[in-house]
Structures are given as C-alpha cells and as structure tokens.
C-alpha cells in the first residue's frame, strides 16, 4: 500500500466512524476541540494528521489509537488480542515502531535505555527514591489512563517492590524500571502521545528480562 493510499485508509476509516456514530464532523470537532475545517482536510486527504490529532480521535471515537496509527501508514504489528499502544511487548517490536515514527534522532538505541536505568538503580534502594516510588507510582498509573500488559507488569513489579525483605539486586531492577516510568525525564517525552510511553515499554521489558535472568541464578 503506498503512503497515498495509506491516507486515504484513513479518511475512510474515520467517515465509516463517524457514520456509525451518527456524528458529523463539527460534532467530531465540539468533542475533541479540533477545528473542523482541520478534520475535513484530514478526511479528504489534505493535510497529515498528526499523533496529537489520532490520540483524540481514537478517544472520541472510541476505537484503538494502533488502528488509526495503521490506517495512518505508521508500521505496527497488531492482532485480535493486541490493539492498544500497550501491546508493544518486544524489544524489536518497539524499537521498530520508534523508527518508523521518525520521532527518534539517529543517535537512538535501546542501550540508551539501559543507561538511564543504571542512573535509577542506586536512587531506588534510597529512602527518598523509595518515598517517590510510594508515592508517585499509582497517580503516574492514573494520567496513563491504560491496560494491557505494560501496565500490567509495571503493577506487578510495584507490588513486588513493595513487599519486605526482598533481595538487593531484585529491588534495583524493579526501582529502576518504575522510576523510568515515573519521573519525567524520559528518552521520548510522555506527552508525545503514544509514542511517549514506548520507551518506558521498553524499559518494562529490559526489567523483565533482567529479572528473568536473577531468577535463573538465584
């Protein structure tokens, strides 16, 4: 499918919405506070929309932000059970999708991930990284305002860390992960919707993968 006839996916997609919905454009427009006049071009192929414009149509619309993404033309590999943005379960899968989103300079690679994480290890064993973990952690989960398996195992992993007498090195990896989530100095920044949140899928599967690994040795 060219670029051309990816838009024009788009366009279709959201008219067959809207029909459905029994809402017109300037309806679309009151609820998500974009100018009709924007939507209309996006609709009939006129101007891109950007990811601020689909993070809002998807909510309004009530339909998966990854399947407008596809329709779009953004390269996301989804199935039946996998259609949010928390579905980005793999390294390679990630770091694919930050690729093709061109929101990544070419100095990108996972193991910047793995840098900021060493950063977090030390402050996660302290009484105020801890403190911030407690405190942050659950309100950071609320302006997500997601599912799936990345928040799924960032809970997880807050409830481990929250348990007593929990081993060392384990509660590194599981401060470090959640204090990637929660503080604001991301690699992508959050409010770059959803790319926003991949890197932070990405540094959830670091963290499994080192957990999997303390296991296997312990």
Known sequence: MTMENEKQH????????????????RKL??????????????????????????QLFAQHLGIPVAKLLQSAGYKIDTNEQNTSPDIFNSLNSIQE??????LLNDQF????????????????LT????????????TKVEQVRGAGP???ELNKMYRSFSKENVPTEKRKILGSVLLYFILSTDII????????YLDDCLAVQI????????????
């Open 10 to 25: 788009l366009g279709i997609l959201i008219k067959s919405l809207l029909k459905e919905r029994s809402l017109s454009m």
């Open 150 to 152: 990345f928040i799924n």
């Open 207 to 218: 963290g499994l993968e080192r957990l999997a690994k303390f296991e296997d040795t312990n």
């Open 127 to 138: 009484k105020e990284g801890e403190q911030k973990i407690f405190e942050e952690f659950e």
């Open 29 to 54: 427009s009151n609820l998500t506070g974009i100018d009709t006049a924007t939507i209309s071009r996006i609709v009939n192929n006129k101007q891109k929309a950007t990811l601020s414009h689909l």
């Open 109 to 124: 690679n996972i193991e910047h991930i793995y840098q900021e994480l060493a950063k977090y290890e030390q402050f996660a």
């Open 97 to 102: 999708i930050l690729v093709s989103s061109n």
């Open 189 to 196: 920044p959050d409010y770059v919707f959803p790319f926003g």
